[in-house]
């Protein structure tokens, strides 16, 4: 499968460094239009393996009902959207044809400024639409501990984005996985294997139709 996945130490305790691994092809779908998933670590499959997590599922979504893409998994560990936006140029290499923003969960973890990851999810978007790439912007919760205010400036800042910027939107990726012990590691963060295949349906629910939305336009 032409996945790409990249884990290191967890993003749960906010001071995990990014980490990387070298490209991965697989020669068979070489030539295909790409979907470059953008993420953390709950987009690398941290405590999966690399067919469990949710781009490894959408790849297979993809191949059971026909559509000829290669999903990249784009998630390094320990990312925010400062770290997606300084790599961004390096993800939409090649034949770029969606990109799935799903960043905002670290610096949400770490209390980091709203409007500085606006700032950043915004340029994204704005560089991925520079060479025509369709953007689906997946929302992300922030943890109670900051406070009520802080939380809310933080979920409503995915929404204003994607009514701004005019883009599909996933209101929040681990919708129906977050807070359920049995859809999550013991970390309580990550999605474990049933979790993880949630989320790939609920982004499943926004990809289709823009892939589809691709093909006649």
């Given amino acids: 499968m032409a996945c790409r996945s990249s884990s290191g130490e967890g993003s749960s305790n906010g001071s995990a460094a990014p980490a990387s ?85 670290n610096d949400g973890l770490r209390g980091l400024s709203v409007a500085e990851m606006k700032n950043n999810l915004t340029q994204i978007i704005s560089r991925a639409r520079d060479r025509n790439v369709m953007v689906i912007l997946a929302g992300m919760e922030a943890p109670p501990n900051y406070g009520q205010e802080y939380a809310a ?26 807070g359920h012990s049995n859809l999550n590691q013991a970390d309580g963060i990550h999605p474990n294997e049933q979790g993880a295949r949630i989320v790939a349906e609920t982004v499943w629910k926004a990809l289709r139709p823009a892939l589809d939305q691709i093909a006649v336009s």
């Fill in 153 to 178: 400036a933080f979920r409503g800042a995915f929404r204003e984005i994607a009514q701004k910027e005019r883009v599909l939107f996933i209101p929040f990726l681990l919708d129906g996985v977050a």
């Fill in 21 to 105: 691994a070298a490209p991965q092809s697989d020669p068979s779908q070489a030539g295909r239009p790409r979907i470059v998933v953008l993420g953390d670590s709950l987009t690398a499959g941290l405590g999966l393996l690399e067919t469990q997590a949710y781009p490894a599922l959408l790849q297979t979504k993809l191949d059971t009902d026909g559509y000829e893409y290669e999903v990249e998994n784009g998630g390094v560990s320990g990312d925010t959207s400062a770290g997606g936006l300084r790599r961004l140029d390096w993800a939409l290499q090649g034949n770029v044809k969606v990109l799935v923003l799903a960043l905002g969960a």
